[in-house]
């Protein structure tokens, strides 16, 4: 009996050994995309009173800090890269097992598509691995995968089955990981030139009953019958494709339908496609991506309750990332060394800017012109010699123009000195040298 007894123990103590240590392997060799992103919200899941859901669209264009900064907000951005919005709605399942949100914003992009994972099998896994075994988490892998010949459900409830053999490739980035302080977003960093587009007639509308709009009614309808409020959006972008176009009208009655607010940025001026894509047709760079978070968070603020949480008690890790983005924010204007990017990464509300020329040649530039007009300037009334103030809030920037000049080296068109617009201090003075036909060049200037 006591044979039986030792055999039966030591059995059991082996097995318990090789699933833990299985378990740290596995926890040491799989990719870490997802934890990167999101490892924020499981921190502090309890705070978040918005969130929101999409593709990359959103992850590039709404910054969470932003809304803290301004309004006080409590928000994490869940959306992904190449994301349904099948994923995104398990997505809000799974998350709603971790936080109790008083409003959702969901992206409508990709409502005419009938799939529910896109082509890319990895990008489900940087939507879902993040999130802890749990039913939710079997219910969506099951829902997602399937009818699906590619996908290989074992794989995403144990990710072991894909990563163990990654062993060869660990890195030091692996075991020192360097997690996301934006509470989801990604700042991407680029100025480009927007492909041509056609606006169609409003009347065209996209009335197929796809499988994309089947799950985003099934947010809708989650959300309502647990209180909490959703806002549906289309993120700005060049819209070059009819369909899509279609599909942001018919949202509108959809929006009706729920009684449920719904923001078509296609419907508006918000950004200027000249100086706010990161790429030609898809993604906002920050002086878009600002743009749409200050409406976004003014929208809110004007339509719905949600508490200002600055001044509480248990929010240090947000006073924290705060003060982390800004000095990044800060650093990636220090470093510059495009002007095409400086200009625009200056567009921002949190900074005070100085700009003095020696002649028009960066005002009749087409790309640099639209890069000042950006800022809120009146490129009529400036010339050589004229210097302009821009200071507060977008849109309704003040501008002072003065026909005080200080003098800088005349081989450079003009000059940009920036401010914290909070204290005042200066941080960052450039040059920049534009001539018609050759490269534009930016030096910085240090005091």
């Known amino acids: 009996m006591k044979k039986v007894l030792f055999r039966t123990i030591s059995i059991l103590a082996t097995a318990a050994l090789t699933f833990a240590m299985l378990v740290k392997v596995s926890d040491v060799v799989r990719r870490r995309e997802s ?10 899941c309890e705070d978040y009173d918005i969130l929101f859901l999409g593709t990359s669209h959103v992850v590039n264009g709404i910054y969470p800090n932003e809304l803290w900064h301004e309004y006080g907000y409590t928000s994490y951005n869940l959306a992904n890269h190449s994301t349904t919005l099948a994923v995104s709605y398990w997505t809000l399942i799974n998350a709603l097992d971790y936080a109790e949100p008083k409003l959702v914003v969901l992206d409508c992009y990709g409502w005419t598509e009938n799939e529910k994972i896109s082509g890319e099998y ?32 074992a794989e995403m409830l144990w990710d072991f089955c894909l990563y163990h053999n990654r062993w060869n490739q660990l890195e030091e980035k692996d075991f020192n990981v360097e997690y996301n302080r934006q509470r989801g977003a990604d700042r991407r960093i680029e100025v480009a030139t927007p492909v041509e587009y056609e606006i169609i007639d409003p009347s065209i509308k996209y009335e197929d009953i796809s499988l994309a709009r089947t799950y985003a009614e099934k947010i809708i309808q989650e959300c309502q019958s647990r209180d909490i409020d959703i806002v549906l959006t289309w993120i700005p972008y060049p819209p070059h494709r009819n369909e899509a176009q279609a599909a942001a009208h018919v949202i509108y009655d959809v929006a009706g339908e729920y009684g449920i607010d719904y923001i078509n940025f296609w419907d508006m ?49 947000w006073h924290e990332d705060e003060e982390k983005y800004m000095q990044d924010k800060k650093d990636e204007i220090i470093y510059q060394t495009d002007p095409r990017i400086y200009m625009m990464l200056i567009n921002d509300d949190d900074l005070d800017v100085k700009l003095e020329w020696n002649n028009r040649n960066c005002i009749d530039d087409e790309l640099f012109g639209n890069l000042i ?16 103030f821009v200071s507060g809030k977008y849109p309704e920037r003040k501008v002072q123009y003065s026909d005080e000049c200080s003098a800088f080296d005349e081989a450079y068109s003009l000059s940009v000195t920036v401010y914290d617009h909070e204290t005042g201090e200066q941080f960052d003075n450039v040059w920049l040298y534009i001539a018609p036909g050759e490269e534009t060049t930016v030096t910085h200037i240090y005091y």
């Not at 706010?276 to 809110?300: C, Q, R």
Request: hydrophobic share 30%.
């Open 35 to 44: 934890d990167v992103k999101n490892k924020a919200f499981f921190d502090d």
């Open 122 to 153: 990895a990008y489900l896994h940087k939507a879902m691995d993040c999130f802890p075994l749990s039913v939710n988490k079997v219910r969506a892998v099951y829902d997602l995968t399937w009818d699906n010949p590619e996908a290989d459900t």
């Open 269 to 317: 001026d918000t950004v200027d496609y000249n100086t706010d894509l990161y790429d030609e047709d898809s993604h906002l760079n920050p002086s878009g991506a600002m743009k749409v978070t200050n409406y976004v968070g003014k929208f809110i603020n004007d339509n719905f309750d949600i508490p200002d949480h600055r001044q509480d008690a248990g929010y240090e890790s």
């Open 373 to 388: 007009r950006n800022l809120g300037i009146n490129t009529d009334v400036v010339s050589g010699g004229r210097s302009a």
